[in-house]
């Protein structure tokens, strides 16, 4: 059993969300990490993802591709048009966003299309799905900047209010499947043990135990691996019926998703000892979940193996995987590092802009984050943010 204890912790903690956790430790005894994580997040009223507060960006607690500059959602745009013209230029097509955030990413994308390619911008739906509130209204607030009317966009309550093969268009999503609350498995003597949080003189104390469902099992079964011997790792399987939740819910079109991760034997490998889990507040990364309850992120890499396996079932083919990196340099990113002697930016303008671009291609940073493009009945296009990605 290991104690977790922060001197900084009881100054910012939310006490509400700590007795609800409590609460439900004291009810079971001991709960896995998995429900521990998804009530610190995702608690209605005291989660960290429920609150009225500003988590991405700058004056956050971490930092994602569509808070660095707009140049990011062109890009992002610019790639889904070719997927309307790879698909015909079909009316309407529609974009369903999961976990929008701030809600810049559909800003940018509509305002790059009502700009630069208003034939698709008139083909456009725009679907957001966001769990928390407050957000929402932001992504109001923001999308009447391109349109006061907000013709054409609506949110979604949920994915489960998609009916099934509804979806004609592009499911796209950043830095959402990295924020679904995880199990936490450590290999013991060869054997599969699952992490579990208990509440002990006064803290919270974790422990390992016998896995709290098959599935866990069943998951390293079907990848044919374990994670190494003595080592600690995390397991999504939320993720899993996210992607088959997806592939249901798309008729025809493309799945485009950015997130940070790795292939299952590199996310898994006997070196990775401590597995990805980490904190995020205000910029500073830990490894105590305990901390700071309900005002931290918790985040963890994804398997992309295994949500590639999951959206097969679902007739979701994959046409590629590459890095952010690679992908914004394919779509032509470059073309921001040049100004113009008649360019109508202005010198502060530009150096902001260079900087901009190479934050989001930084290989040790966003540049690092994984895109993958999978696709329902539209064949296997060539899609040009591919086409630098590695053979
Ligand atoms: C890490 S943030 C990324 C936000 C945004 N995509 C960006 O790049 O800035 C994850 C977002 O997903 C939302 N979210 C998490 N789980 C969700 C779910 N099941 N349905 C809808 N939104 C969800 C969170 O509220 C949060 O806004």
């Not at 005291?46 to 609150?51: A, E, I, L, M, Q």
């Not at 809600?103 to 994308?109: K, Q, S």
């Not at 699952?194 to 099992?217: A, D, H, K």
């Not at 830990?286 to 901390?291: E, G």
């Amino acid at each position: 059993m290991r104690p977790y204890e922060n001197e900084f912790a009881s100054a910012t903690e939310n006490e509400e969300l700590k007795a609800a956790i409590r609460e439900r430790v004291a009810a079971e005894g001991r709960i896995p990490f998995r429900q521990f994580m998804a009530i610190a997040l995702y608690h209605p009223q005291h989660g960290y993802y429920s609150s009225p507060r500003q988590r991405m960006g700058r004056h956050g607690d971490y930092l994602t591709s569509p808070e660095v500059n707009p140049i990011f959602g062109s890009l992002v745009a610019k790639q889904i048009r070719q997927m309307w013209q790879a698909m015909g230029e079909p009316q309407p097509f529609t974009i369903v966003e999961m976990g929008a955030g701030s809600g810049l990413l559909a800003r940018d994308i509509l305002a790059w299309a009502s700009r630069r390619a208003p034939e698709f911008f008139q083909a456009l739906e725009y679907r957001l799905i966001e769990v928390n509130e407050w957000l929402v209204e932001n992504q109001r607030r923001l999308l009447r900047q391109v349109d006061p009317s907000l013709a054409g966009v609506s949110w979604l309550p949920s994915l489960e209010d998609t009916a099934p093969e509804s979806v004609r268009g592009c499911f796209l999503s950043n830095e959402l499947i990295d924020s679904f609350p995880v199990h936490r498995v450590a290999v013991r003597d060869g054997q599969l043990h699952e992490l579990y949080v208990e509440w002990q003189e006064e803290r919270f104390m974790e422990s390992l135990g016998p896995p709290s469902t098959p599935l866990l099992q069943e998951y390293f079964d079907r990848l044919g691996l374990l994670p190494g011997e003595g080592c600690s790792a995390e397991v999504n399987l939320e993720a899993l019926e996210w992607m088959k939740a997806v592939g249901r819910a798309l008729g025809r079109g493309f799945v485009l998703g950015f997130d940070y991760g790795y292939p299952a034997e590199e996310l898994y490998a006997p070196w990775r000892r401590d597995g990805t889990f980490l904190c995020f507040h205000r910029h500073n990364p830990s490894t105590d979940p305990y901390a700071r309850l309900g005002h931290q992120d918790m985040t963890s890499h994804v398997d992309f193996t295994s949500l590639i396996q999951a959206g097969r079932e679902q007739g979701l083919e994959p046409l590629g995987i590459t890095s952010q990196g690679r992908f914004l340099a394919a779509l032509g990113i470059a073309a921001g590092l040049e100004r113009q002697a008649d360019s109508e930016l202005s010198l502060e303008e530009y150096y902001a802009r260079r900087r901009a671009v190479t934050e989001l291609i930084d290989t040790a940073g966003l540049g690092r984050i994984k895109v993958l493009i999978q696709a329902k009945g539209v064949g296997q296009p060539k899609l040009q943010g591919l086409e630098e990605s590695e053979p």
